[in-house]
């Protein structure tokens, strides 16, 4: 089993700052990519950055210049900072690693989410 923890998530005001963390922990072999993913009420979740082992990274185009991603390959651990906050950032936030873990006593390719963590805009 892989466990993500998240923590970072709150309410802030428009053009306001919060960074989120992202710790990967259990039966991993390795982990490929790693990312967040955000879903607003009444929509669906949608990818707002990921970032390989590599270090190459996509963006979302609505968060481009705005957010950055970054990741510890020795920790699993995945950051997102994100400034410039518009109240059409608000949403949980998921984060999500993509790698080989176990399940059920064998190792597959395959993804993991953690729980969620809120994040507030306010205008």
């Known amino acids: 089993q892989v466990q993500l923890v998240e923590s970072g998530g709150g309410l802030v005001q428009t053009g306001g700052s919060l960074r989120l963390s992202c710790a990967a922990s259990?039966?991993?072999?390795?982990?490929?990519?790693m990312g967040w993913y955000r879903q607003a009420p009444g929509k669906q979740r949608e990818l707002v950055a990921r970032?390989?082992?590599?270090?190459?990274?996509n963006y979302a185009d609505s968060v481009k210049g705005r957010f950055t991603i970054s990741r510890d390959n020795g920790k699993n651990t995945v950051f997102l900072q994100m400034n410039g906050l518009k109240p059409e950032d608000t949403g949980v936030y998921y984060c999500?690693?993509?790698?080989?873990?176990?399940?059920?006593?064998?190792?597959?390719?395959?993804?993991?989410w953690g729980q969620g963590t809120q994040v507030t805009v306010s205008s």
């Open positions: 999500n690693a993509e790698g080989i873990f176990a399940s059920s006593g064998t190792y597959r390719y395959q993804p993991a």
């Open positions: 259990g039966s991993i072999i390795s982990i490929n990519y």
């Open positions: 970032i390989a082992t590599g270090g190459s990274t």
